[in-house]
């Protein structure tokens, strides 16, 4: 038998009539209405409603599911989880609801005068026999045809909303699909809630599952064996990989009571759909969702003809040792410096401390040296920041060199419009995955030459396929592995620690004392959640008072995971009421001028980018504004999941960042997280600074633990294999990702 969709061990449902709203805060999500409960024979009862009851108003009646509680200052409330409208029948009710003020062109009176004519009938009347209305003193042939059709697209939103809330989707959610699908919202759900996760941004196949249950969809159903192949490809690509074996499919849908037989057909009838696309790789029979294909095969095409071999001028080695001058370069430094000179393809990599900015530095300048013409990006704006600081030319985010349309939903730059250059250089490389390199690469021009230049062993990028490590796979680009760590750099116990972290051993905390400032290490041990947050009070007090940082501008708290005590979403919480005066957050995660917060995915259209990080300044009509990288952004309520609290985040989000000071919450807890690259990455992001909190021997079990998870990816196997070579030849301009 299955579950009630909207079942909830101890809520109740409620009905009654909204009298006012008392507040509603300035992002929209939270609301405070009084509303008069109906009871048994005809009483009311008055309550506070407190939740996301959207853009409610007096004079509706809903249906609310939701739980008692008692506030501090403001007495008892009923906590609204769901709700769904409900068209009043009385004739009472439909005159508070016609002269709400929510159809057009009927006030108090005009609604009482409808109600005294037509009774309880009055809404069938407005909406199936609108000719009768003439029958009331002042209403025409034109504003009665207005009045039918306004009260009939109330009743059919209310319809949607109430079948839709009643499968236990919440008011943002069944907003955010109703905008999708409009009137045919219910009737699509019905048919294939699967369809709806594909297609409806938030909406994942658990909440699909639970909807499909609710509507009756047995388990081997294989609109059901379909929703769960695209759930494990796109969990897969949110993992890394461009593509998933058929088998592993197969064996991960099993998890999901889907048997073998029915995952294999539904594979096979997603690729006839052009959902998916099957390729083989390395004997593996792979499994893609359409865009990663098209971006591996283009972006193997192209780095194969940049890597062909070039011709070196003449003078070329002159003017190289001219541009270097007096700066002293290792050998491994002076062989870069020569092959961005002579290769169309290269990759230089290193670690903290190996001179990878003095060389790029020098990079640079052999290119001026020759007048060739070079720009310089990074996948984010801090990265981009960096670079311009250490070689003194303008560097963009890659976003921003390649002029991001939001008219057309492509690149500008691409191969139909190359950029103008004959050299591009890109640093914190290993942030690249499949799709942005391949819109990268599309628009170099063939006679151009690429640098790509980053640390691969740093956590591999965000977004699905691990460009960096894949090209390192093949012998396809020249590569300079900068090895040597200068004299200067060993003072710092981070540069130490993070090459300790590389030979599998713990970090070494500075020698006790005064700080340094110039890389220090400190451990601070914490054994539970509640120690781990008293402990993190603490550090951020003595950081500013021992380093003048700012706690919010220039300290970053990183931890490996979301969830749990020791999770950012906590942390997060406790710093708002630490570091933030002003936050009174309606609920958890809630935003507050003066809050720190990050930006979740792209968006093309602000010209903002996942990881970018910023301020709320003020938040007035319902827009939440927020500076970041010197510009203020707006966002309207519909945009605010866009947006998380960032005093804490992941490492994942901080990849391309530097910051003065970080301090990382450790524990044996996050024991699924605890690799070698994701500490080496938390490390490696503190300039001065980097504070441990937590459990020491998760710390040497993370630096012990080289085994990141391989991604599955093909663009080694594409770039030794000439097997793509007659893909199309077709501009890469889009910025899609599977959802």
Known sequence: MRPDATARLGEEILEGTVEDVSYRSPDGRFTVAQVSIHRAGGKTEPMTAVGDLGEVAPGETLRMHGRQSKHAKYGDRFRVRTFTPVIPSTASGIERFLGSGMIPGIGRALAKRLVKRFGDRTLDIIATESGRLREVNGIGKQRAASISEAVKIRREEAERLAFLHGLGLGPAMARRIIERFGDDAARIVRDDPYLVAEEVRGIGFRTADAIGRAVGIPDDDPRRAAGVALHVLGRGADSGHTYLPRSVIIDEARQLDVPAERVSEAVDTLAGRGVVVLDEVEDLEAVYAPPLLRAERRLAKRLRVLSR??????????????????????????????????????????????????????????????????????PTGRAAKRLTEATGAEAKTVHRLLQWNPRTGGFERNREAPLDAEVVLVDEASMLDVQLASSLVDAVAPSSRLILVGDVDQLPPVGPGPVLREILRTEVAQVVRLTRVFRQAQKSAIVRGAHAILEGKAPEPSPTGEPTGDGDVFFVRARNPEEAHERLRQVLQRIVKRYGFDPTADVQVLAPMRRGGFGTEALNAMMQRALNAEAKPSKPGALSVGDKVMQLRNDYDKDVFNGDLGVVSRVEGGITYVMIDGREI????????????????????????????????????????????????ALTRAKKLAVLIGDRRAIARAAANASSTAAYAGLAHRLVSAADDEDDDQPSNAATTPS
């Open 634 to 681: 707006q966002y309207a309520i519909k945009d605010l999941d866009q947006l998380v609290l960032a005093y804490a985040t992941t490492v994942h989000k901080v990849q391309g960042s530097e910051f003065p000071a970080v301090v990382l919450v450790l524990h044996g807890a996050h024991h699924v997280m605890l690799t070698r690259p994701l500490l080496y990455t």
């Open 309 to 378: 071999p070039r011709a070196v001028p003449a003078h070329a080695e002159g003017a190289v040792r001219r541009a270097i001058g007096d700066t002293e370069l290792s050998d491994e430094q002076e062989r870069a410096v020569a092959s961005s000179v002579s290769h169309g393809l290269m990759v230089l990599t290193g670690g903290p401390g190996t001179g990878k900015t003095t060389t790029v530095k020098a990079i640079v300048d052999a290119q001026h040296a020759l007048e060739r013409r070079i720009v310089l990006a990074a």
